[in-house]
């Protein structure tokens, strides 16, 4: 098992900045954002690979303005966006899995935090 916990949502203006983290009770090698707007599907925001941070994958809505990473330790991941939308307004979650030949599909993952909410407002 894996307990994954979520922080650093808000409110922020279009065109600001805001940092999610996500605490890990444990190390798992694939790690990954997700978020769900009202009325919308869950849908994949960016993904990593090991302590090293190899291979990220980002969902194409966010490439430039988000950038995913991991602390040392690998126990942490953090989702640092710059330049935010209106339409990047949802419910933010971190998720792990010991593996996924999937990187951006949530039924991949198996492990899922309580999620994070942020809001920007034009």
């Known amino acids: 098992q894996v307990q994954l916990v979520e922080s650093g949502g808000g409110s922020v203006q279009a065109g600001g900045s805001l940092r999610l983290s996500c605490a890990a009770s444990?190390?798992?090698?694939?790690m990954g954002w997700f978020r769900q707007a009202p009325g919308k599907e869950r849908e994949g925001v960016a993904r990593i690979i090991g302590r090293s941070g190899g291979s990220p994958n980002y969902a194409d809505s966010v490439k430039g303005r988000f950038t995913i990473s991991r602390d040392n330790s690998g126990y942490t991941l953090y989702l640092q966006m710059n330049d935010l939308k209106p339409e990047d307004t949802a419910m933010y979650y971190c998720a792990a899995a010991p593996f996924t030949s999937r990187p951006l599909d949530p039924s991949a993952y198996n492990y899922w935090g309580q999620g994070t909410q942020v809001t920007v407002s034009s």
């Open positions: 444990r190390y798992i090698t694939y």
